[in-house]
């Protein structure tokens, strides 16, 4: 569904602006505040999230011009998240009554009649999210999604889990190997941060279990072979694993990573009519309908998660599911430094001719080989380094 907004000029510019640190100190949201999202992760999700709600409520791309103009001047101003949000919000209410001929904002049944409207659109007719990873994708479609079967190592993993509680009494991976749901989240930021750090038992294992201090938390989103084994060594460290459990782990470890071919992996996001799963309604509709606060506000809310835990534990059938691919960090950050790559990547991004950013992975199909190299490198400095007790 956002396919073509990564095919923009202004969206890839904007893009580049949010890998710089100008957007690290704004304050996190407090609905994902629970989570170890980056500054960086949630600056990009946030606009990703923008951008999917532009798609599914105003879908003309008539305005779409101005939309991304006025986005970037939110993140620009604004210094915390749910301000910014809000008046993501406020810009679509806007919007949205251009593209009803709405002229009278304030008139309670042109609100009412507006707001109907985004909630129908979202809410009624809207998603539910599931961040995977991509490896499982051509499966899925072929045979639609069955929680908790597309799993393939899960009895490796329960080892790894149980050399850890022995030492530590506690689950490092923070997971339960023998349910039978997955959840979903009503949340498309929270979607895309369990898109990139899919699955999360191995995010864990490689960087989420520790301190931010002590390990590089972006790592894993980075698809960074060598910060993400560097994280597991500093984790079985500090756990005071053996060398044979140390040795172990790491194997395992290093043949998942391939699995999940993670070293290109994508953001991949699943998206579910939220009433082929009987919850396409808010109890508080009327509420919001019937209240004095802004149309803008108003939105917002209809916009708030309620939930990042949604079970689901039945089948859903391929022809329910749509898949949003978002490129990887790496693919992101070559293009941000496109003037480093070569001419023509250069041309991609910074001229009028913006050709697609499908077309980006052509061209920075040399740096993925590159970085194979490296990563079979890495693999063979990680055992090393293992096998010599360091």
Same mark, same amino acid.
């Given at each position: ?14 893009i580049e ?7 690290n100190?704004?304050?996190?949201d ?6 170890d999202?980056?500054s960086?992760?949630e600056?990009l999700? =946030? ?7 532009y798609?599914?409520i105003i879908? =003309?791309?008539?305005?779409?011009d101005?939309?991304?103009v006025?986005?970037r001047?939110?993140?620009?101003k604004l210094?915390?998240f749910?301000?910014i949000?809000?008046? @993501?919000?406020?810009i679509?209410?806007?919007l949205?009554?251009?593209k009803?001929?709405? =002229? ?7 609100r009412?009649k507006?707001l ?14 599931h961040?995977f990873s ?12 069955v929680?908790?079967?597309?799993q393939h190592s ?6 790894i889990?149980? @050399? ?10 923070e997971?339960?190997f ?14 895309c ?7 999360m038992?191995?995010?864990?294992l ?10 590089d938390?972006?790592?894993?989103f ?10 597991l ?6 756990a005071?694993?053996?060398d044979y ?7 395992i470890c290093?043949?998942?990573?391939k ?9 991949n996001v699943?998206?579910?009519?939220r009433k082929?799963l009987?919850?396409n309604a ?8 019937n209240s ?7 939105i917002?809310?209809?916009?708030s ?7 689901v534990?039945?089948?859903i059938?391929?022809?329910d599911?749509?898949f949003?691919?978002i490129?990887n960090?790496?693919v992101l ?15 991609i ?18 740096l993925i ?10 693999v063979?400095?990680?055992i090393? =380094?293992?096998?010599?007790?360091v």
């Open positions: 569904m956002l396919e073509k907004m990564f095919k923009r000029k202004d969206v890839c510019e904007f602006e949010l890998f710089s640190d100008n957007y100190d704004k304050k996190t407090s609905s994902i505040i629970y989570c999202i980056s960086t992760e600056a999700f =946030t606009f990703f999230n923008a951008l999917l709600k798609e599914i879908e =003309t791309d008539v305005f779409l101005e939309y991304v006025q986005v001047k939110l993140f620009k210094d915390n749910h301000d949000n809000l008046g @993501i919000a406020t679509i209410g806007k949205c009554a251009l009803l001929n709405i =002229t009278n904002r304030e008139d309670s049944e042109e009412r507006l109907q409207y985004v909630y129908n659109k979202y809410i009624e007719e809207g998603y539910f999210f961040g991509g490896v499982y994708k051509e499966q899925i479609k072929r045979f639609g999604f929680p908790e079967q597309y899960y009895s490796k993993f329960i080892e889990d149980k @050399i850890f509680n022995k030492h530590n009494r506690i689950s490092i991976m997971k339960s023998h349910e039978n749901y997955i959840d979903f989240t009503d949340s498309f930021v929270m979607g941060y369990y898109g990139v750090n899919s699955p038992y191995f995010y864990r490689l960087g989420g279990a520790l301190d931010s201090d002590l390990c938390k972006e790592a894993y980075k698809n960074d072979y060598l910060g993400c084994f560097t994280n060594n500093k984790l079985m460290k500090k005071r694993l053996n459990e140390r040795k172990y782990i790491t194997k290093c043949n998942e990573w699995v999940l071919q993670k070293g290109s992996a994508n953001i699943m998206l579910v009519k082929t009987g919850l808010l109890r508080d509709i009327n509420d919001i309908l004095d606060s802004s149309l803008g506000e108003a917002f809310k209809i916009f998660s309620r939930s990042n835990n949604i079970p534990s039945k089948r059938e391929s022809l599911i749509k949003i691919e490129p960090y790496k950050f070559a293009l941000r430094n496109s003037q480093s790559i070569d001419s023509v990547t250069r041309n991004v910074t001229r009028g001719n913006v050709e697609r950013l499908n077309n980006a992975y052509g061209k920075v199909s040399i080989l590159l970085g194979s190299l490296f990563i079979a490198l890495g063979i400095l990680t090393i =380094t293992i096998s010599m007790g």
